[in-house]
Antibody, heavy 123, light 110 residues
Framework: EVQLAESGGGLVQPGESLRLSCAASGFTFSRYWMHWVRRAPGKGLEWLLSIIGDGKKTILHADSVKGRFSVSRDNAKNTLYLQMSSLRAEDTAIYYC???????????????WGQGTLVTVSS | VMTQTPLSSPVALGQPASISCTSSQSLVYSDGNTYLSWLHQRPGQPPRVLIFKLSTRLSGVPDRFSGSGTGTDFTLKISRVEAEDVGVYYCMQGTHIPYTFGQGTKLEIK
């Protein structure tokens, strides 16, 4: 069974850093693109960052986190990471990790989402 | 830019519902696929993808959900709304970077 479990969220002060983890199981982690998406309270969904299976390519989707957030992965540990720095109040959100399935004639099937981890940035 | 309408939709149980989504540019990808997905999020739950690649339902998604559209105009239809369908529906495009969502449509039972 495919499972994605985020962890590392919590309450932090503005300007601080935090690293989120997403533990993957039930599939060959290294073969999949993985993504981070967030939903701020009372707002819609925002796609943040993507990383290829071997970790050699990343894509930034949200200008709001440019230069502050980065994505990485450890395929030996089946874990995806989101490193967040210079956190702001507007980064308060639930952060989800997402798996993308690709097959011979398609990609971008975002078939599994974790339950999310809440990050609250407040003084 | 992805624009959804309506932003709120009260629907009686057993009645049909329809949500529209318009993209400011064509979502036809270089591989010929249109990477438009529909997601559903219930309160306190993560989003769930119902439909991807314009009209393909994911495994386990009831067939009362259907997706259709062209390169820029898309529709999610629910043939007969059930109580479990309440929540927020999002369209999402994965053709162009950055991937983007519509604003969301809140489906409520009338």
């Amino acid at each position: 069974e495919v499972q994605l479990a985020e962890s590392g969220g919590g309450l932090v002060q503005p300007g601080e850093s935090l690293r989120l983890s997403c533990a993957a199981s039930g599939f060959t982690f290294s073969r999949y693109w993985m993504h981070w998406v967030r939903r701020a309270p009372g707002k819609g969904l925002e796609w943040l960052l993507s990383i290829i299976g071997d970790g050699k390519k990343t894509i930034l989707h949200a200008d709001s986190v440019k230069g502050r957030f980065s994505v990485s992965r450890d395929n030996a540990k089946n874990t995806l990471y989101l490193q967040m720095s210079s956190l702001r109040a507007e980064d308060t959100a639930i952060y989800y990790c997402v798996r993308e399935e690709c097959a011979d004639n398609y990609c971008k099937k975002f078939d599994y989402w974790g339950q999310g981890t809440l990050v609250t940035v407040s003084s | 830019v992805m624009t959804q309408t309506p932003l709120s939709s009260p629907v009686a149980l057993g009645q049909p519902a329809s949500i529209s989504c318009t993209s400011s540019q064509s979502l036809v990808y270089s591989d010929g696929n249109t990477y438009l997905s529909w997601l559903h999020q219930r309160p306190g739950q993560p989003p769930r993808v119902l439909i991807f690649k314009l009209s393909t339902r994911l495994s386990g998604v009831p067939d009362r959900f259907s997706g259709s559209g062209t390169g820029t105009d898309f529709t999610l239809k629910i043939s007969r709304v059930e109580a479990e369908d309440v929540g927020v529906y999002y369209c999402m495009q994965g053709t162009h970077i950055p991937y983007t969502f519509g604003q969301g449509t809140k489906l409520e039972i009338k």
